[in-house]
């Protein structure tokens, strides 16, 4: 695993070293009109497994294939994960909002009454998810208050099954859950 440490820097690319006059609040706001998927990475920890939703989700690379996400450092989930070096992204259908909920949330077991199954790496794999993800973590990069998690995927798949009857993905926009509708 490679460590490695950005500084912030602004559009022009200078260097800041800290948040700016920017309003957090405003930053979210206006980013908040990007939709995202919703996944959940999950890791086997020596404790039991860990899991937290993400939305930062990215395929980065075809050869080699790297994926990506962004874990925030205040994330106590995101700590106990970190050094097992290895995940799996669970892709959340618009069935699983209630499983992003509990994974964002501060239940004590997040994993209770969920049913998973393991792949290749051991990272639990969330049963009824649209797509799984199994990754070796290979590179980590410190960008401001977040990790940029870089992961080397080892295997992957699809829920089983017609891709017609199937739930569409679940989505994040302006703050709220939303499914896909076609145009
Ligand atoms: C839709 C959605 C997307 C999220 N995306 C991210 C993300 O990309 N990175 C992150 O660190 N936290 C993200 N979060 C917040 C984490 O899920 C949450 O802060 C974390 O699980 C808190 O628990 P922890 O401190 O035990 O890790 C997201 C939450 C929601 C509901």
Same mark, same amino acid.
């Given at each position: 695993?490679?460590?490695?440490?950005?500084?912030?820097?602004?559009?022009?690319?200078?260097?800041?070293?800290?948040?700016?006059?920017?309003?957090?609040?405003?930053?979210?706001?206006?980013?908040?009109?990007?939709?995202?998927?919703?996944?959940? *990475?999950? #890791?086997?920890?020596?404790?039991?497994? @860990? $899991?937290?939703?993400?939305?930062?989700?990215?395929? !980065?690379?075809?050869d080699p294939p790297l994926v990506s996400f962004c874990a925030g450092h205040e994330s106590d989930s995101w700590q106990r994960m970190r050094d097992v070096g290895s995940f799996c992204v669970n892709v959340l259908g618009d069935d699983q909002a209630d499983v992003s909920t509990t994974f964002a949330g501060k239940a004590d077991d997040r994993f209770e009454g969920i049913s998973t199954? *393991?792949? #290749?790496?051991?990272?639990?794999?969330? @049963? $009824?998810?649209?797509?799984?993800?199994?990754?070796? !973590?290979?590179?980590?990069?410190?960008?401001?208050?977040?990790?940029?998690?870089?992961?080397?995927?080892?295997?992957?798949?699809?829920?089983?099954?017609?891709?017609?009857?199937?739930?569409?993905?679940?989505?994040?926009?302006?703050?709220?859950?939303?499914?896909?509708?076609?145009?």
């Amino acid at each position: 695993m490679r460590l490695c440490h950005c500084y912030p820097r602004d559009a022009m690319g200078r260097s800041s070293g800290g948040s700016g006059a920017l309003d957090g609040r405003e930053f979210r706001r206006v980013l908040g009109h990007y939709p995202t998927g919703v996944a959940v *990475v999950s #890791a086997a920890c020596p404790h039991g497994p @860990e $899991g937290l939703t993400i939305g930062s989700f990215a395929s !980065v690379s075809l050869d080699p294939p790297l994926v990506s996400f962004c874990a925030g450092h205040e994330s106590d989930s995101w700590q106990r994960m970190r050094d097992v070096g290895s995940f799996c992204v669970n892709v959340l259908g618009d069935d699983q909002a209630d499983v992003s909920t509990t994974f964002a949330g501060k239940a004590d077991d997040r994993f209770e009454g969920i049913s998973t199954r *393991v792949e #290749a790496t051991g990272a639990p794999v969330i @049963e $009824g998810c649209l797509a799984w993800i199994d990754c070796r !973590v290979e590179a980590v990069h410190t960008a401001g208050d977040h990790d940029i998690v870089v992961g080397r995927v080892v295997a992957l798949g699809t829920a089983p099954g017609d891709i017609e009857s199937a739930p569409g993905p679940l989505i994040f926009l302006k703050g709220g859950y939303r499914r896909v509708s076609g145009l």
